[in-house]
């Protein structure tokens, strides 16, 4: 690959040059030269001519990768716009992020730090630039959570945070369910709605659910589930949800749709579920990544309580391998904090620890590709109002996320599973052969 070192002017030079300056600076720490054609805020450029364009706006770029390096401090540079991945000859946000990745993955970076040799020798390549300094402030649309961890005003505060944005944001990236939750796709092409619908009737007929049974909807988000299971399947539905925002907006639906005899939404925690073995079935979706490692053993217990002897749970939840226990720095930090995911046989074993019997575990990786790669069209098709709405940094965490989201599961850094159980001590009818 050609290595160019060009000015604005298209000049080529040396010396002073900023791009070629930071070049050279990371080379011992990346173990060999630019992964990406880097772009200064001076104009000069450094790095492979065919390689994705990273684009570095501004020295607090540079500053916040000092003092958070890796994954929060890039993060942290671009949802602020002092880095950027501008649309050049082909590449977007999700080819570059594909190719720093593979490149890492080459050079066995994942998990590295760098010698204290190699810190130091970066820290003089750019002490003339502007970069060293007081960390810049956290961005605007990073969460500031007080309180003590998974404590109820501590979780209602983090729920908060990510889904109070105002129900038209979400409205504008989710399909009309607002199904905020990997769908069942029959194909690549399936539109999200369809197979946001599949997903729903999926989680009903793994249930059982038949008119006039009670099924409790343990975060019920908007109402999706809550509301597919009463009208379709004649359900009696009490959903729990800690967001103000999304029970507001249920019993709008639920008031329109003239279901109020057949579905209750209760601003409730979790842990505050009174009933015991009052109902048939159980239902959880994307939920239980919330709760925190500490608290999963009494979350899974609420499940098993709820439901009587012999009913069915099901949990749809997503799964972590690697070093990251949680969502990862950035997710934490700007999405959903406090978020705590495990591979997914731990969950199994939490949920059996709680004495519920594992009856199915369904895998649904690539589902989630094509959900995320949905709700992205309708987040770049909308992205004007959407910007009205919440501003162009929460709009650059958002862009990051779905891109991200979509890559962590296509490459199997994450997961999600249905996980079927029942309750023992009771008959569970489940059918001989499953024809979900």
Known sequence: ????????????????????????????????GLPVRLRAWDGSEAGPGDAPVVELRSPDAVRRLLWQPGELGAAQAYVTGELDVPHDDGWDLDSALTHAFSVARERGLSGTRPSLAATVRALRAVSGIGALGRPPAAPASQARIRGRLHSRLRDRRSISHHYDLSNEFYSLILEPNMAYSCGYHSSPDQPLEEAQSAKLSLV????????????????????????????HFGAKVTGVT?????????????????????????????????????????SSIEMGEHVGQGNYPTYAEVLRRSVRPGGRVLVQQM????????????????????MHMRPVGETVALLEGSGLEVRDVHAMREHYVHTVSGWLQRFELNVDRLTELVGEEVVRVWRLYLVGGAMAFRDGRMGVDQILLVRPDGEHALPWVRDW
């Open 242 to 282: 800690i967001s103000a925002e999304q029970k507001r907006f249920i019993d709008a639906r639920i008031a329109e749709r003239g279901l109020a005899d057949r579905v209750e939404i209760r601003l409730q925690d979790y842990r505050d579920v009174p009933e015991r073995e009052a109902f048939d079935t159980v």
């Open 1 to 32: 690959m050609t290595v160019v070192t060009t000015h604005a002017t298209g000049s080529t030079r040396t010396g002073d040059e900023i791009a070629p300056r930071l070049a050279a600076a990371l080379a011992p720490i990346l173990g060999g």
């Open 204 to 231: 009903c007929r793994k249930l059982g659910l038949e008119p006039g049974m009670r099924l409790l909807d343990v975060g019920c988000g908007w109402g999706s589930l809550s509301l597919h299971a009463a009208e």
């Open 319 to 338: 799964s972590r391998t690697g070093r990251w226990p949680g969502g990862g720095p950035f997710i934490e930090s700007f999405i959903a904090p406090d």
